[in-house]
């Protein structure tokens, strides 16, 4: 059985819809054997790629040549299935192995099996010792009492003297239920811990009062539209509400987008009426999103963006700068408008396949353009470097985009979103 679930796409290509289906069955029974996992994924293709001419190739002979190979591997049939669906000129269409497929599950459903820690590398030390750098909430690693900043010394007996970060990760997840044993190093101080693993929420929401020339500012950081995105947007609202925000800046540079109802959700809660955006699929089928009246903000709104805000990103970019709810600021946006939708095959594979293209409320097609922003603020390479490194430090002498927003906002009255013409701002300008 295969499954349509509505899991996102890393690296700028996470725009999913939702459903369930199962494949169509082949003509003729198939072994158990890779041959099953070709026509499952050939069948999917079939019958939902968005473009029915499949870039002119022959899809039907596609189907043959691929059943008609000998597969001693699944790693064989997998190669040969990926050269296939190279040839539609799709990079959003992708076949996906086990392990990759997990990883988009997890990176979307915004959960995993761990203790609820984030890790760095002590770049200052030669050693390159290996740190807490964040702690989530509630874990089982905060109620064990671990401290940003504690170093990770040990994981389950093994040292992590030359550990990489991607091994020391794959160590500390596990079952939900297991037990984890670690050390960490605090001052002079070796504690020695023990876990139990439990499902860990994903943190993709950050957000901060800022006091900007007497005016009170929340800053969100939105970092990806994972099952829990709208849900921490609205606790960072309310929370920033309850501090007296007068005016907002959402930052969604970096943000590579992630499952179409998650920006929706998020959408809402920005603009209280009119179209979020249109899908057209295969047959010329229209399906169109609209707010619904629940808005929680109406204060002035800033967004900020560049080339990495993609998808999901630029859907919510894009409604919010149609209807002139925000302005945004910083560089054009990936420039991805296209919906995948994303499927599980019987051996615990997956198939994304794109399957609509999306337009904005005026309707705009941002593909392979991007949103523009109303005030282009460039940035050099060492000021991303730096602001990638520490994203909590935004300041306005650090972030030419961030203070372009803070003087938008300081000129503005509380409800009156700010409305400049397209200008160019000279912060920054160097290319990189």
């Not at 473009?51 to 002979?61: E, I, L, S, T």
């Amino acid at each position: 059985m295969a499954h349509t679930t509505q899991y996102g796409l890393a690296a700028g290509v996470g725009c999913i819809v939702l459903g369930l289906t199962m494949p169509l069955r082949a003509e003729t029974p198939l072994e158990n054997n890779p041959k099953r996992i070709l026509d499952e994924a050939w069948q999917i293709i079939n019958t939902h790629y968005v473009d029915p001419k499949f870039n002119r190739v022959n899809w039907q002979q596609v189907r043959q040549e691929l059943l008609a190979r000998e597969y001693s591997t699944p790693a064989q049939a997998y190669a040969a299935l990926r050269a296939e669906i190279s040839k539609l000129g799709d990079p959003y269409t992708r076949f996906l192995d086990p392990q990759e497929f997990q990883t988009l599950v997890n990176q979307t459903s915004g959960e995993f099996s761990g203790i609820g820690v984030r890790l760095k590398l002590d770049e200052e030390s030669e050693e390159r010792r290996i740190l807490i750098a964040d702690v989530v909430d509630d874990s089982p690693a905060a109620q064990a009492g671990i401290r940003p900043g504690d170093e990770l010394i040990s994981i389950a007996g093994r040292s992590t003297k030359g550990m990489s970060l991607a091994e020391a990760s794959k160590l500390i997840r596990g079952p939900v239920g297991t037990v984890l044993r670690l050390e960490v190093r605090r001052a002079q101080e070796t504690i020695p811990l023990q876990l139990t693993r439990a499902w860990i929420a994903t943190k993709v929401v950050d957000y901060a009062l800022k006091r900007e020339q007497g005016r009170a500012i929340g800053l969100i950081r939105l970092q990806g539209f994972n099952a829990h995105a709208a849900e921490q947007m609205r606790q960072a609202i309310q929370a920033l509400q309850r501090q007296g925000a007068q005016a907002y800046i959402l930052d969604l540079r970096g943000n590579p987008g992630g499952l179409l109802r998650a920006s929706i959700e998020i959408t809402r809660m920005w603009l209280d009426h009119g179209r979020i955006v249109s899908t057209v699929g295969r047959q010329g089928e229209r399906e169109v999103f609209h707010a619904n009246g629940t808005a929680v903000v109406r204060e002035p709104l800033v967004i900020l963006v560049d080339h990495q805000s993609a998808s999901a990103s630029e859907i919510l970019a894009g409604a919010l700068q149609d209807h002139k709810r925000a302005v945004v600021v910083g560089t054009p946006t990936f420039g991805k408008a296209l919906v995948q939708s994303v499927h599980r095959l019987s051996d615990g594979s997956g198939l994304a396949v794109t399957i609509a293209h999306y337009y904005t409320p005026s309707g705009r097609d941002i593909s392979r353009k991007g949103i523009s922003p109303n005030i282009t603020v460039d940035m050099t390479r060492a000021q991303r470097e730096a602001l990638a490194q520490r994203a909590a430090d935004t300041s306005i002498s650090r972030d030419p985009a961030y203070a372009r927003a803070v003087e938008l906002l300081t000129r503005t009255t509380a409800g009156t979103p700010p409305r400049p013409t397209q200008s160019r701002s000279p912060a920054g300008r160097s290319p990189s």
